[in-house]
């Protein structure tokens, strides 16, 4: 079993719609958790972070994270173009200061 | 402001050739990380250095060596290349180890092992 594991996609949303990508964990010890975008050819952006049980919103963004179920799930309200790319999944790891990185959800935005 | 900068951007080796991969930022960060990046693998730590003068191993440090040369630049060297170290390589930098999560990246290396 990964350590951090999310569906590859791609996630096919129409625009204007909610994308709504989930990502699940192993470690019961982790406690800090990251979303970042990627897009095709570029380096990964830092989105999203979250440490606590419950949701945190940042504009069109929200992340929600269920620490007893061990999942964490990035929402993107009124999808645009502009957000086709790939999401990322970040959990910090055993060791503590280290992140462990899912395989990432591709996301396609359709006019 | 350039941020975090690698060189080369592509390079493409022959299997046993040696090379080095640079990094350098310019955000006075004290903590450095190396990344490499397969497809449908998520990027794996390679090394990293916490703060000038320590480097550990991350992930997947087999056949990879580091040098933290001073603040700003942090190199990731292959001895002797192999196929499977056929990659898109990350370089990343956090303010501190504390930051670890919040990382900022470099435009990444893409290596091709022959």
């Not at chain 1, 993107?76 to 957000?83: E, F, H, L, T, V």
Request: glycine share 10%.
């Amino acid at each position: 079993q990964k350590e951090v594991e999310q569906n590859s996609g791609p996630l096919s949303v129409p625009e204007g719609a909610i994308a709504s990508l989930n990502c699940t964990y192993s470690d019961r010890g982790s406690q800090s958790f990251f979303w970042y975008r990627q897009y095709s050819g570029k380096s990964p952006e830092l989105i999203m972070f979250i440490y606590s049980n419950g949701d945190k919103e940042d504009g069109r963004f929200t992340a929600q994270l269920n620490k007893a179920s061990q999942y964490v799930s990035l929402l993107i309200r009124d999808s645009q173009p502009s957000d086709s790319a790939t999401y990322l999944c970040a959990v910090n790891g055993a060791a503590g200061n280290k992140l462990t990185f899912g395989g990432g959800t591709r996301v396609l935005v359709k006019p | 402001n350039a941020g975090v900068t690698q060189t080369p951007k592509f390079q493409v080796l022959k299997t046993g050739q040696s090379m080095t991969l640079q990094c350098a930022q310019d955000m006075n960060h004290n903590s450095m990380y190396w990344y490499r990046q397969d497809p449908g693998m998520g990027l794996r730590l390679i090394y990293y250095s916490a703060s000038e003068g320590t480097t550990d191993k991350g992930e997947v440090p087999n056949g990879y060596n580091v040098s933290r040369l001073n603040k700003r630049e942090f190199s990731l060297r292959l001895e002797s290349a192999a196929p499977s170290q056929t990659s898109v390589y990350f370089c990343a930098s956090s303010r501190d180890s504390a930051s670890f999560g919040e990382l900022f990246f470099g435009e990444g290396s893409r290596l091709t092992v022959l």
